[in-house]
């Protein structure tokens, strides 16, 4: 049974009202502003109309029926975006998580209460990664730099008919800059405080007229924040960054109706594990038990005075790597005048090092080093039409990838410890404890095929209304086998399958020319799969299944007056079956983490979106989400998650506001001056209510001062990141007497940004 805080619980009356005012507080700036300029004249530039693919057709934000944001490449400058994990800063009911394995490469993406927080192979995230088109089945890699972006969508709610599976919270896209049409070069470098040095450099030229190359070379480094102080010549400082990235890109017309465009990139990160400590808890032992497993001889005189810093004395574990290579071909042929054939293939590849010393001390207590890696191929035929007043996309998608996580040696005091002693500091643990003394050691390997055929149509009833609908048909088949300590020394060997029928239905109607609502939907699907740490035996190497979510939605976008634009969407998702984690430290060794699917949940709240322009030259972009959400019933025989539970890193509300000022000088140049501010509220680290898991509310704030020359060929710019240096928690995970803490790794951060572009001919 869980047991839930009043202060984490409020009324369904206190929900209402304070939901209430806050759309009121959102609105009526936008309203007096909107009055205000009525009976003015338009400016001279009109409200910015945003192009997306959200459901892989362009069409304008404001007229698709579903919630999506749109950072472009303008915010992504102005906010100092520079990874996927800065965007979790800047989109309503989208919070990101770097906890896996201490690796910065790793990404939690969570949306709308959905996500998951796990890498390992047997695994599969709650949210959708997509890079120009390409499905990135894996977490770990997630948080690419973004040097080349043209804009990142992020879509909110099931998207299970147009991506499918694994989409269960939403889908992120990012689109990269597509070769030709400019022939330019960019080179940009960054100095900062913390050591920080970074470079980039952009080429886009047409080599003919039929074929264009686009380049791009990145590199960044930052000192670390801490250090391991028990090691002699430790690899890395803890928090340390270096990354080398780059991507290429080549385009081919074979003819007006034929293109193929081939795309290699790369990444190589080497860098500092994440800040890691631990807090003590009430029920702390203090004598070593081993019936209960406790951590025995942990004492809070052996940690370290700066908890930035790392105790441990098992050299290695103080660093972690990232590397990663991929390739795509995309072949577009416009077959006829309403028929158009898309064929995008892929190839991917990338392993990691990492782990945790869990009780952060000098002591030999729990260190999980691990090694992981994964291969994917993917393909996808799509054929997209439009007929009179039909427009539809259509496809085939085959998905395979091979994986492996490798976890060893480790140690788990008490049943892992060579040589361990008792609390005298004499008595070897072996003589009180027949199943202690060695080493552990775990691997698990998965394969995983998937398939799936999709159709979405849409139909413009009259010159108001449109209406649309869609399937897909998924399927998972999955092999995976595994070695654990507790499976006596038998490998076990696992097969599933998973199959979903998934829909959609919608309908846009235009209120008035500037003014769209759209009501949707959605029935998504999350594949099933198996524990990644069944240290309790092989009987807990058994699957679980797949989750399904019906979601209810209703938006409205546009704009008001001349000057405002907004996007709000309301929405009420029910989830069955929604497979959650929870992960125990139990006797016999190692962290047992149980995904079940606990019943059903719900989660329910609001997204606004507002870009006012206050005047032709001041800009306010703000986001404003609420959510609701809830664990509402239990299966039979569901351990340690309750009725009332909140799934994890799922903040009640999220607010973004950045507002920018434009000023021209009397040369020409152009001054920009920027602030942005981001408040993600209270929530927990496992998708259980546990006091010591609570992590608390954090507020971000940067800013940006740029001078860009009267020629617009260069810029400079003074920057800075979390100017009040905030230290949050980034995962919290309840052990034996103490809760393991990932803290965060973005520190304040000032410096200079030069930009310099090229014309190439």
């Known amino acids: 049974m869980s047991i839930h805080s009043p202060s984490l619980r409020t009324s369904t009356p206190t929900r209402v009202c304070a939901l209430t005012l806050a759309i009121s507080a959102c609105l009526y700036p936008a309203l007096s502003v909107a009055q205000q300029t009525s009976n003015e004249p338009a400016a001279d530039e009109a409200v910015e109309k945003i192009m997306v693919t959200a459901r892989k057709r362009t069409e304008s934000i404001y007229e698709t029926p579903t919630a999506v944001s749109s950072i472009g490449e303008g915010l992504i400058e102005d906010t100092n975006v520079t990874n996927l994990d800065d965007i979790g800063k800047y989109v309503p009911n989208l919070n990101i998580s770097r906890y896996g394995a201490g690796n910065s490469g790793h990404a939690s993406v969570f949306i709308r209460g959905i996500g998951l927080q796990d890498h390992v192979i047997t695994t599969d995230p709650g949210v959708g990664v997509y890079l120009d088109g390409v499905y990135l089945g894996r977490q770990m890699g997630a948080n690419m730099s973004l040097p080349n972006v043209q804009r990142v969508e992020v879509l909110r709610g099931p998207q299970g008919t147009l991506y499918g599976r694994n989409t269960l919270g939403g889908a992120v896209n990012i689109i990269t800059k597509a070769p030709g049409a400019q022939d330019i070069a960019t080179v940009s470098a960054k100095v900062g405080t913390r050591g920080r040095l970074a470079t980039d450099l952009y080429i886009n030229s047409d080599i003919t007229d039929d074929f264009s190359v686009s380049a791009t070379g990145s590199f960044k480094q930052r000192d670390g924040v801490g250090t391991a102080i028990n090691l002699d010549n430790p690899e890395r400082e803890i928090g340390e960054e270096e990354e080398y990235s780059g991507r290429v890109a080549a385009k081919y017309d074979f003819s007006s109706d034929f293109s193929v465009t081939v795309a290699a990139d790369f990444v190589e990160n080497e860098a500092g594990q994440s800040p890691y400590t631990i807090e003590f808890t009430e029920n702390r032992p203090t004598e070593f038990s081993i019936d209960d497993g406790e951590f025995y001889l942990l004492d809070p005189s052996l940690l370290p005075e700066n908890p930035d810093d790392l105790g441990t004395t098992v050299p290695g574990i103080e660093s972690t790597a990232y590397s990663g290579w991929g390739t795509s071909l995309t072949a577009l042929w416009a077959a006829t005048n309403n028929l158009d054939l898309k064929f995008i293939a892929s190839k991917r590849s990338s392993e990691y090092e990492g782990g945790l010393d869990d009780d952060a001390s000098p002591l030999n207590l729990s260190e999980f080093p691990e090694t992981g890696s994964a291969d994917q191929t993917s393909f996808e035929l799509q054929l997209n039409g439009t007929y009179d007043r039909y427009d539809f996309v259509s496809g085939l998608y085959y998905f395979t990838e091979e994986g492996d996580t490798t976890s060893g040696p480790w140690t ?34 998965q394969e995983t095929k998937a398939y799936a055929a999709y159709v979405n149509v849409s139909y413009s009833l009259t010159e108001k209304l449109d209406i649309g609908g869609g399937m897909r048909y998924s399927r998972d088949e999955k092999d995976a086998d595994a070695l654990f300590p507790s499976f006596g020394g038998e490998r076990a060997y696992r097969s599933a399958e998973f199959s979903e029928f998934t829909w959609d239905v919608n309908a846009g109607y235009k209120l008035t020319n500037d003014l769209n609502m759209y009501l949707a939907v959605q029935k998504g699907y999350q594949t099933g799969g198996f524990p990644p740490r069944p240290f309790g035996g092989a009987a807990q190497f058994v699957s679980f299944d797949e989750t399904t979510a019906i979601n209810y939605e209703v938006g409205f976008k546009g704009e008001i007056g001349e000057r405002v634009t907004f996007m709000s969407a309301f929405f009420l998702t029910d989830y069955t079956d929604l497979a959650l984690p929870f992960s125990d430290p139990q006797a016999g060794g190692g962290f047992v983490t149980i995904v079940e699917n606990a019943g059903e949940s719900r989660s329910q709240g609001v997204e606004l979106e507002l870009t006012t322009n206050v005047t032709d030259d001041f800009v306010i972009r703000s986001t404003f989400g609420y959510l609701d959400a809830e664990i509402t019933s239990i299966d039979d025989g569901v351990v340690g998650i309750g009725e ?28 920009t001056f920027s602030v942005d501010y981001s408040f993600r509220d209270q929530m927990q680290g496992q998708s259980v209510y546990n006091p010591n898991e609570t992590m608390d509310a954090r507020e971000l704030v940067g800013f940006n001062v740029s001078y860009e020359a009267p020629a617009g060929d260069w810029s400079v710019s003074l920057y800075g990141k979390n100017v009040f240096d905030e230290v949050y928690d980034q995962g919290r995970l309840a052990q034996n007497g103490y809760v393991g803490i990932v803290r965060s790794n973005d520190r304040s951060e000032f410096g200079l940004r030069f930009t310099k572009s090229f014309d190439l001919y």
């Open 644 to 671: 009332g539970d909140s799934p994890a890193l799922s903040p009640k509300w999220t607010i973004m506001v950045a507002p920018t000022y434009y000023h021209e000088l009397g040369s020409g140049a152009l001054m």
């Open 412 to 445: 788990f005091s008490p049943f892992n410890v060579p040589n361990g002693l008792l609390n005298d500091g004499v008595t070897p643990v072996t003589e009180v404890c027949s199943f202690c003394g060695d080493y552990g050691f775990f691997d698990i390997q």
